[in-house]
């Protein structure tokens, strides 16, 4: 298996573009997490899809982030406008219903300028 | 707020020597994990210990729960330079869902 896979890499953009993330999850796990990371915040949880639902987006920041899962190998997450202040590395992580060992990708390391 | 917070936040230490992270959380847990992050790469699960569970090995790794004081300890035995990373306390509170809180890592360097 491939493992997670997120895209793009890296991503350079200026202030009020739209950003959108791409996450393909392992096959077979039907829970997805968006995580973002920041030196002065940590690692903190965005949202948390079960067989494609949205179960918890407490941790959206705020509208300007929405999160989508159309099928069980596909999530995107997007940021319309961004802002300086989201700029962080942005993970993807997929497990198995009833599981708490998560698997993560890469992570997308997002820059607003 | 952070469930769990790990202790010291950055650790310096000779090749060859035993490295000793310890986290502290705050509410009733079902599992504690422990996972490892290298510098510019994804986390990567190393071992969970259930909350009836005391201790665990797994190869160099050895982890400890204390429930009644809330709180874990990741031993890495015989460190060597490629266990340089930051690592990371992970918990899933009672009665919840499969969500789980990370503290905010400890940064061990293994010096050649």
């Known amino acids: 298996d491939a493992g997670v896979i997120q895209s793009p890499r890296h991503e350079v953009t200026e202030m009020g573009q739209e950003v959108t993330l791409r996450c393909k999850p392992i096959s077979g796990h039907n829970s997805l997490f968006w995580y973002r990371q920041t030196m002065m915040r940590g690692l903190e949880l965005l949202i948390y899809?079960?067989?494609?639902?949205?179960?918890?987006d407490s941790g959206m920041p705020e509208d300007r982030f929405s999160a989508k899962m159309p099928n069980a190998s596909f999530s995107t997450l997007k940021i319309q406008p961004s802002e300086p202040r989201d700029s962080a590395v942005y993970f993807c992580?997929?497990?198995?219903?009833?599981?708490?060992?998560?698997?993560f990708g890469p992570g997308t390391r997002l820059t607003v300028l | 707020s952070q469930q769990g917070e790990e202790d010291p936040q950055a650790l310096s230490i000779q090749e060859g020597e035993n490295a000793t992270m310890n986290c502290s959380y705050k509410?009733?847990?079902?599992?504690l994990q422990w996972y490892r992050q290298n510098s510019g790469r994804g986390l990567v699960h190393l071992i969970l210990?259930?909350?009836?569970?005391r201790e665990k090995h797994s190869g160099r790794l050895r982890v400890t729960l204390d429930t009644s004081k809330k709180s874990s300890s990741l031993l890495i035995t015989a460190s060597r330079a490629a266990d340089t990373a930051s690592y990371f306390c992970?918990?899933?509170?009672?009665?919840?869902?499969?969500?789980?809180?990370f503290g905010i890592g400890t940064k061990l360097q293994v010096i050649p």
């Open positions: 899809f079960n067989n494609n639902v949205p179960i918890d």
């Open positions: 210990i259930r909350s009836n569970e």
């Open positions: 992580a997929s497990s198995e219903t009833g599981t708490p060992e998560q698997f």
């Open positions: 992970a918990t899933d509170e009672s009665g919840g869902y499969q969500k789980v809180t």
């Open positions: 509410t009733s847990i079902n599992n």
